[in-house]
């Protein structure tokens, strides 16, 4: 069998997918995915997320090709075409990337893309360092406060005059 991949870090998405049934085998237990693909030495989770990056004619076909290779004999009148079809339509799709983000990436760094998480990332920075020069900004070209005369001396002639 491949290295475990625990099931904990892909989560509950790939459920409906791996405990669905296939069919019976020859013995008369109920087969699902994943105990077909662990008969197959195949990490049933990691599977599972590779078929979900996958487009769905790829994900079928390489579906099909491993249900028809189970060495059950019981499975042999089953139309793997179908059965895959149906079973890879339980696995959760991405919503496709926003092309505006890889292209504005690019055009920002030359030859590299960045990650949409590290586009945000540079984004807030650009932000955080333009409030702090606008801070310094405005706090440097403040006009002077008014002071309080010191403790003995009589107010100005100003302050008596507004008192009036």
Do not use: C
Request: glycine share 4%; proline share 11%.
């Amino acid at each position: 069998m491949t290295r475990a991949i625990s099931p904990a870090r892909f989560g509950s998405e790939y459920d409906d997918f791996l405990f669905s049934p296939i069919g019976e085998d020859r013995k008369g237990l109920m087969l699902s995915v994943v105990s077909m693909l662990a008969r197959l030495n195949l990490d049933p989770w990691h599977k599972a997320a590779s078929f979900a990056e996958l487009p769905v004619e790829a994900a079928t076909e390489q579906l099909a090709s491993l249900i028809a290779a189970l060495p059950d004999h019981a499975f042999k009148h089953f139309d793997p075409a179908a059965l895959a079809a149906r079973l890879i339509a339980l696995l959760p799709r991405k919503p496709p990337d926003d092309p505006a983000i890889p292209a504005l990436a690019s055009s920002l760094v030359p030859g590299t893309a960045l990650r949409p998480r590290q586009l945000a990332s540079m984004v807030v920075f650009i932000l955080f360092v333009g409030l702090l020069a606008a801070q310094f900004f405005l706090s440097s070209h403040r006009p002077p406060r008014p002071e309080a005369a010191p403790h003995g001396q009589a107010p100005s002639a100003e302050l008596r005059q507004a008192r009036q």
